[in-house]
């Protein structure tokens, strides 16, 4: 009788072949694929044979009659219980829609291969992916919003406040599977095999990713402004990188026994059997969308499940230091790098969001080189192995993304780094 995957069962779905009816001590538990409950209690539950049970008194059961629209079980509460099932604004409600399709991605590519000479091959791609049915986590309780504006009533004590489509309910954190992405990229790579003891391999990706399903548990673009409108989210995916270049190679030192040079005496003892081997990597930085803040967030959706967007009224205007990235005339070092700009966003009334869309903005790109040295001692019957690591070499500072709250007197500032400065390790490697 358990339902065959995690669904959530709604009050229509009540009711069995006897036409009892639930009445109001029903209601809406998500249950996961062995029955466990997964939804919906700030007491703790104790599994029991014939349900689960509160530490407050209420006992969770299978309804002896009723079955799901796909024949789910479905299970009531029906016992008295401190909590007032009519008023459940307190609780935060986890909940997926029932009609869970399995995402799924389909991928195409074009690509030619030349060999270049006896060394070189090289090659270039394009290459293509659409993602379809991606999850999107929105609140399910979100106040209604009419064009760009929460919709508002007056209630009994003749206060204005927000719509909502169920007042007794609080938060529904609701899991959609609406999302959809699309990736194009040209790649493109030169590769010199291993010869002389020398290997080369770059790299070099053009690309755009967009979809409207921000990552989750990830920092990320944040929430629709309108939950029920995730199409007006679509945009730069939170990992778009548009350009990546990337040089490697690995390099024999020609010295030492059975090299072209110093193949014998000390100096093949001293200066032989090094090799060195290092990776540059360069690419642009990642998008990040422009808000107005969390306290005009939360006027679109007390839960914060709500992104609230300024409106676009002028050109935006990349500064590109680490105390100004992008213009804001309230951060006082943007007046001084930046003279005579003027703000490309104005902050929307509360309860409103503007026309500026997700990821607009690019951060600040990496740029990093990271190099090895290393000898080997072959003392039989065993191998010994020095090795030297340097990562970010030039020590180059990686800067984060930042500070995107364009009602914050730090707009556009960054005061986080995304990368290590320059690190060195040594080692030892002892083979035998």
Known sequence: MAADRSRGVTQNDFGGSSGKSCGLRCFTFLLSENRDLLAVSSVGWERETSGWAGSDG???????D??????????????????????LTSFHIRAVNPDDPAPYVQQWSLGVQRAIGSDWTADINYVGTKSTR???????????????????????????????????FGWIEYTDPIGYGNYNALQASLIRRFQNGLSVRTAYTYSHSLDNAPEELETNSGYAPNGRDPASWYGSSDFDVRQRVSVSYVYE?????????????????????????????????????????????????????????????????????????????????????????????????AGQFGNSGRNTLVGPHTNVFDAALLREFPIEPVNIEFRWEVFNVTNTPLFGQPNNNFSSNAAGSITTLSGDPRVMQFALRLSF
């Not at 209420?58 to 002896?64: A, F, G, M, N, S």
């Open 253 to 349: 030192l020609p010295f030492g026994r059975g090299k072209q040079m110093l193949n014998h005496g000390p100096m093949s003892w001293i200066l032989g059997n090094f090799r060195t081997s290092g990776v540059y990597t360069f690419y642009s930085g990642h998008p990040f969308t422009v808000n107005a803040g969390g306290t005009l967030g939360s006027a679109l959706d007390p839960f914060g499940d709500a992104t609230a967007t300024p409106y676009v009224i002028g050109k935006p205007h990349i500064v590109g230091d680490p105390t100004c990235w992008f213009y804001a005339s309230q951060n006082s070092a943007c007046g001084t790098l930046a003279p005579g700009q003027t703000d490309a966003y104005a902050l929307p009334l």
């Open 66 to 87: 009723a079955r799901a629209f796909d024949g789910a079980s479905v299970f009531v509460l029906n016992h008295a219980s401190s909590i007032d099932l009519n008023n």
């Open 134 to 168: 991606l999850d999107i986590i929105r609140n399910y309780n979100q106040p209604f919003i009419s064009g760009n504006t929460v919709q508002t009533t007056t209630n009994s004590a003749g206060k204005t406040v927000p719509v909502i489509p169920f007042s007794n």
């Open 58 to 64: 209420l006992v969770i059961t299978e309804h002896p």
